[in-house]
């Protein structure tokens, strides 16, 4: 697997937009990025995940850097829940059905 | 709708002992995956199951851990003779085939003493 690169911790106020970085300079023309969030005591969730365009959807933004070597992120309004631990992973479009690999991910601090 | 359990939510158990945990994935999903979390370690993949295929088993540890899914949904974790680094939190995942997201359940907390 293609491997990812973040931010072990990031700070940011309540109501205030987000942007969390992802480096993935060896990624694969066949390779999904997609993101999870791991808020505490629970299971991993699902956030967004792209291919080459930018997406949105109700949680979140990708953004994907035109060479796709990097992505961000973007939580436009930042609340006391999105306090999570949030994990880049990249996936093949060929192996749809397989297993997520899961690195260190960045730690979201959520200011009041 | 109902989302993917897991019981128990907290298991303790003595060194050598045999454990099982069980994961009911959310119906209609055909793919069932296993990860174990350790203390401040990150995600890590056990085992998969895709419909009637034979899993893919190559993320288990060692040979005490095994898993079955009985007619294609629920699922049990079993690990044999526990140590004392079994101790984590394992979480069980369901998808459609053809799905890009996972969906995790809240996770059976397991301690080993």
């Known amino acids: 697997d293609a491997k990812t690169t973040q931010p072990n911790s990031m700070e940011s106020n309540e109501e205030e937009p987000v942007h969390l970085p992802c480096n993935h300079s060896?990624?694969?023309?066949?390779?999904?990025i997609h993101w999870y969030r791991q808020l505490p005591s629970q299971g991993p969730e699902y956030v967004i995940h792209g291919l080459t365009s930018n997406v949105n959807n109700r949680m979140a933004s990708l953004a994907i850097a035109e060479d796709r070597k990097s992505s961000t992120l973007i939580l436009h309004r930042a609340t006391l829940r999105d306090a999570a631990v949030y994990y880049c992973i990249l996936r093949d479009v060929g192996t749809s059905g397989s297993r997520l690999t899961f690195g260190e991910g960045t730690q979201l601090t959520v200011n009041p | 709708g109902a989302g993917v359990s897991q019981s128990p939510s907290n298991k303790v158990t003595e060194k050598g002992k045999d454990v099982e945990l069980r994961c009911d994935p959310i119906?209609?999903?055909?793919?069932l995956y296993w990860y174990r979390q350790s203390l401040g370690q990150g995600l890590e993949f056990l085992i998969y199951f895709q419909g009637n295929s034979a899993p893919d088993k190559s993320g288990l540890p060692s040979d005490r851990f095994s898993a079955e899914r009985t007619g294609g949904s629920v699922s049990t974790l079993t690990i044999q003779r526990t140590q004392q680094e079994d101790s984590a939190v394992y979480l069980c995942?369901?998808?459609?085939?053809?799905?890009?997201?996972?969906?995790f359940g809240p996770g059976t907390r397991l301690t080993v003493t």
């Open positions: 995942a369901s998808s459609t085939y053809t799905a890009y997201e996972q969906y």
């Open positions: 060896t990624i694969s023309g066949t390779d999904y």
């Open positions: 119906s209609g999903h055909t793919a």
